[in-house]
Structure formats: C-alpha cells, structure tokens
C-alpha cells in the first residue's frame, strides 16, 4: 500500500533508539524526509548512519537537543519550523513506590513525559493546519489504560498527555490534522533491556531466563518488534488515516483485558 507520504516532512522526538528510531525508519521507508532527535550527538550521528544503511536513499537529518528544556525545544524548533508528521516520544522515569513521589518526581515526570510534546504540537499545529495536513502520533504506554504499581509515576505523566491530546484532536479534525497515541507493551528495546537487567539483580536469575518471565506476561508469549510498532505508527501518519484521530492504539500483543 502506498501511504500517501512521499517527500512530507517528519520530527520524530528521542530516536536515536528503540520505539522513537523504529518509527524513523518506517517512515522514512514510505519516502518521508525524517530528523531523527536526541541529547548525544554522536550517538545521534550513529542512528542516521544506521538509517541511511537500512533505507538507502533516506533523507534524514538529526538535532541534538534536550526536549525536556526550554532551550531544548527552542533548538528543535529553530533546525525544523515546520513538519508535517509530529512523533513524540521520552523516556519514562524508573519504576518506584508511593514514598519515591514527591512533589519533585511528580514535576519532573510531567516535564519530561508531557510538557515536551505539548509544547511541540503548540510550535507545529498551526502549520499544519495552514497546509491542511498534519499528522501527529505520540509514544506513551500500555500502562495508561492498564496502570501498574511500580509504574504509576510514568502512567500518571503519560495519562495526562493522552488527555490534553485528546481535547486538542477534537478542535484540529477539521483541517486534516490528526492526533492518535500509540500504547506499546514490552517491545524488544533498550528499555526491555533495562527491565530484564533490573529482573535479574532482584530476583538472582540470568538473562534469557528474566527474558522469558518478561514475554510470559503478554498473551502472545513473545517481546514485540520493533518494526511492527514503526509500521504502525507510518500508517497512523497516512493519507489514509485522515479519519482515525483521538484515538489508543494498542501493541501489547493481545494483552489489554478490556472491552475498549
């Protein structure tokens, strides 16, 4: 299928690994001009080396910068006014309890896994709707519909991001600008990585057996792919999902136990 995205412009936020560069990479695939972000240069440099190696011919650029700061943000914007196709994603903050959220972790998380990408929608939408199109896709988690303890911290930050992108969908339809979060679960990134290292020094197990309790958990009884999750997000970015906004998708591998 032909999504409808040859030379249209993409932001995609912390993609120098995992989900953020899966995305990247889908997109760049259907002819898109994609600036890769994130805070290591050379790390960064590496990505769109890799890029360019999986998608020969790939138009891609990148901008180091902190999106959680001001001066971050400001950078991002001044390398790239305008795109057509937003991605936001961060790092959640680690696991925790009750006693580790303060008032400071609480801000903190917020500024880290909401503000960033409120702030960026606040800079591109009004391009967007100038152009009549606009496709914004933003990377929160399977927990915001099914909250685990350790990691309400992150759920509670990336709940109120899916609550401000719904309100700002229902006012930007009109013009052809979209605003849909994608809900992934235990896809195989850095961030498994890191939960299997945590598994293993907590519970005196090695690694492909931390691997194999992680992948127990989702009904699919594996880790996601990486490219399953990027594939999504470049059909959400396409012409022909002009009509689906406002909406959770999730890629938990038939995990959620809800109806809706």
């Not at 995609?12 to 600036?35: D, M, Y």
């Not at 138009?59 to 001066?71: F, I, N, Q």
């Not at 903190?108 to 702030?119: D, K």
């Not at 290292?197 to 057996?209: H, S």
Request: aromatic share 4%.
């Amino acid at each position: 299928m032909d999504l409808g995205l040859t030379d249209r412009t993409a932001f995609v936020a912390a993609s120098s690994q995992g989900l953020g560069f899966a995305c990247a990479r889908s997109l760049a695939r259907e002819g898109v001009a994609v600036t890769l972000n994130g805070r290591g240069a050379d790390k960064l440099a590496a990505a769109g080396e890799l890029l360019r190696h999986d998608v020969p011919g790939a138009r891609v650029t990148w901008v180091a910068a902190d999106l959680t700061t001001g001066e971050g943000r400001e950078t991002i914007i001044a390398a790239v006014p305008d795109v057509d196709i937003l991605v936001t994603n961060n790092a959640g903050p680690p696991p925790g309890r009750l006693d580790d959220w303060d008032e400071l972790a609480l801000v903190e998380a917020l500024r880290a896994n909401m503000v960033p990408a409120v702030q960026l929608m606040r800079a591109y939408i009004p391009g967007m709707r100038a152009r009549r199109f606009g496709r914004i896709v933003n990377i929160t988690s399977a927990m915001v519909k099914s909250p685990a303890y350790e990691m309400g911290l992150s759920t509670s930050a990336r709940a109120a991001l899916t609550a401000i992108s719904k309100a700002i969908s229902n006012d930007v339809a009109s013009d052809n600008v979209t605003v849909n979060n994608l809900l992934p679960e235990r896809f195989d990134t850095p961030r498994q990585e890191f939960m299997a290292q945590r598994m293993m020094a907590a519970q005196g197990i090695d690694r492909d057996e931390a691997r194999r309790r992680i992948a127990s958990t989702i009904a699919a009884k594996r880790l996601g792919r990486p490219e399953e999750f990027g594939d999504a997000c470049a059909f959400l970015c396409s012409a022909q999902a002009g009509y689906i906004s406002g909406q959770n998708l999730q890629l938990d591998g038939g995990s959620y136990g809800g109806l809706v």
